[in-house]
């Protein structure tokens, strides 16, 4: 019998990889860039299942192109906007991500941003290697304690509330905005707009996740309410903030400092001329970027693949009540 073709976008841990050739006809684009969407479309027609990254964008061609076998479409992480869930829907597609297991990876590297922000650390770093490092001078590079500063928190779900805790316990004062109240908060204030937190916090960390009425949700209306020494930390995704707002309010000095994770597009044009700024920190999308982390997503992507190949609902799946197996 024909075993089941599945498709993953990037190159994967190996041992991952095995779990899925054993049962499958597996296909690994591992070309230097991630496959374009012509490129997709051949890849991907006849499979059943998908294991998708952020790159790529899943629409309804792709999963046209794909035809009535696709049925499991699998994020490696998890956020799945790169994925149009709907479409997946009509076509009774099980969509599936990896929650959980990047929560205490992401929040920390927040909070080391925040931390590496407020000591100045990049900028440091470059005064070093341009050579200005001339003598110990007891008033210059002076940064500021986090633990005197107030942490406004953008989305109190899993790694929005898992910040706030790293946050409560290293002394810092912590506000957050969210549309539900959350079971625990760890010492966290709620606040009832998104502008009070905007106007009462040192340091802004975005967590929501990217839908259309988080797309734009931070411009220059928003940066204008921020104090002035205030600085943004966005881990989450790109459009969430309007980069050239941002480029503006960063160099005329509506806010001190910013540090982005995420941009949009990914990557970033290069010809931005945020790039040119000094109280920028540019990284390319690396929240979750460590070895454990990345494992433990690689495997729950390829066990939500196995349940669907055995036709079960992936144990996470997002859309479990649009489907009918
Ligand atoms: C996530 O898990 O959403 C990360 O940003 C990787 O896509």
Excluded at 240 to 264: K, P, Q, W
């Amino acid at each position: 019998m024909n075993k089941p073709k599945v498709v993953v976008t990037r190159t994967q841990f190996e041992n991952e990889m095995e779990r899925l050739r054993d049962v499958s006809d597996l296909i690994i684009i591992d070309t230097p860039n991630p496959p374009t969407s012509e490129e997709l479309k051949q890849k991907i027609s006849g499979a059943t299942a998908l294991f998708a990254h952020i790159n790529d964008s899943v629409n309804a061609e792709i999963m046209d192109a794909a035809g009535p076998s696709l049925k499991v479409i699998a994020e490696f992480g998890v956020g799945y906007d790169n994925v149009d869930v709907d479409a997946a829907n009509e076509r009774n597609i099980a969509v599936a991500n990896t929650p959980g297991v990047l929560t205490e990876t992401t929040a920390s590297f927040a909070f080391t941003l925040m931390q590496s922000a407020a000591r100045r650390i990049a900028e440091a770093d470059r005064f070093v290697r341009n050579g200005k490092w001339a003598h110990f001078e007891p008033l210059d590079l002076l940064g500021y304690d986090l633990s005197s500063s107030v942490l406004g928190i953008i989305g109190f779900g899993r790694i929005g509330s898992y910040l706030g805790k790293i946050a409560n316990d290293n002394g810092m004062k912590v506000l957050y905005y969210n549309r539900s109240i959350p079971e625990e908060t760890y010492g966290a204030q709620r606040m009832d707009s998104l502008e009070e937190l905007l106007e009462n916090s040192d340091v802004v960390s975005l967590h929501c996740p990217y839908t259309p009425e988080t797309k734009n949700l931070i411009t220059k209306k928003q940066l204008k309410l921020m104090k002035k020494s205030s600085t943004l930390i966005n881990t989450a995704r790109g459009p969430i903030v309007n980069l050239d707002d941002l480029y503006e309010s960063l160099s005329s000095g509506v806010i001190a400092y910013a540090v982005l994770d995420v941009t949009d597009p990914e990557p970033i044009n290069m010809d931005h001329p945020i790039l040119n700024l000094d109280n920028l920190t540019i990284l390319p999308h690396i929240a979750s970027a460590t070895v454990e982390t990345r494992k433990k997503m690689s495997k729950m992507t390829v066990d939500n693949i196995l349940e669907g190949l055995q036709n079960k609902l992936p144990t996470y799946c997002v859309n479990s009540e649009n489907i009918s197996w």
